[in-house]
């Protein structure tokens, strides 16, 4: 059985970098193209950016471009995402998840990384 | 840029009606990229429905998604108690590559 385990809840402050991981377990993370959602208290789910497998590459939403970073440790069958210069409206829960039976959507989620992004 | 709309934005309801969602998107899109979820308060979200009407592995057959062309539903038939939550609809197209609905809410009467 495929599982995302994620790492545990963090505060910040403005202006600084935040790295979430995401453990694979039960399958191989180089096979699975990985993909990083995110949603603000309260509000809807919102699409960061993940690898495309159609397109050979990680793509990212616009608003995110030069601020995100995603990597993955294959050894370590963990992926990453880094988010830097972190402001408020950065608040969230972030997922990981990625498609196993699916082509075009995610049907293995993470639990969530809630990151608090305050003074 | 396809932009999804969900409506209506809360529905409240009784356990044992049946409802319909709808996802209406800005411009057409291929039935194999809508997918639907579900969401349960503190959750991550759960893949429902693919390819706009096949469901996921293990989701009852009270759920069933349906649609073209820019017009997509998911129908729920007999809520449960547990069917009360957050649903989303979500599009695989150009850019961005995914794209979700803002979601309707349904909560118990």
């Known amino acids: 059985q495929v599982r995302l385990n994620q790492s545990g809840a963090e505060v910040k402050e403005p202006g600084a970098s935040v790295r979430v991981y995401c453990k694979v377990s039960?399958?191989?993370?180089?096979?699975?193209?990985m993909h990083w959602v995110r949603q603000a208290p309260g509000k809807g789910l919102e699409w960061m950016g993940g690898?495309?497998?159609?397109?050979?590459?990680?793509m990212f939403v616009e608003k995110f471009q030069g601020r995100v970073t995603m990597t993955e440790d294959t050894s370590a069958e963990t992926a990453y995402m880094e988010l830097r210069s972190l402001r408020s409206e950065d608040t969230a829960v972030y997922y990981c998840?990625?498609?196993?039976?699916?082509?075009?959507?995610?049907?293995?989620w993470g639990q969530g990384t809630t990151v608090t992004v305050s003074s | 840029e396809t932009v999804l709309t969900q409506s209506p934005g809360t529905l409240s309801l009784s356990p044992g009606e049946s409802v319909t969602l709808s996802c209406r998107a800005s411009?057409?899109?291929?039935?194999?990229?809508v997918a639907w979820y579900q969401q349960q308060p503190g959750q991550a979200p759960r893949l429902l429905i693919y390819?706009?009407?096949t469901r996921a592995t293990g989701v009852p057959d009270r759920f069933t998604g349906g649609g073209s062309g820019t017009d997509f539903t998911l129908t729920i038939s007999r809520l449960e108690p547990e069917d009360f939550a957050v649903y989303y609809c979500?599009?695989?197209?150009?850019?961005?590559?995914?794209?979700f609905g803002q979601g309707t809410r349904l909560e118990i009467k």
């Open positions: 690898f495309v497998a159609e397109d050979g590459e990680k």
């Open positions: 998840a990625t498609h196993l039976k699916t082509d075009y959507s995610l049907d293995i």
């Open positions: 039960g399958y191989s993370l180089i096979e699975l193209s």
């Open positions: 411009q057409s899109i291929s039935s194999n990229y």
């Open positions: 979500q599009q695989y197209g150009s850019s961005p590559k995914i794209m």
């Open positions: 390819e706009a009407a």
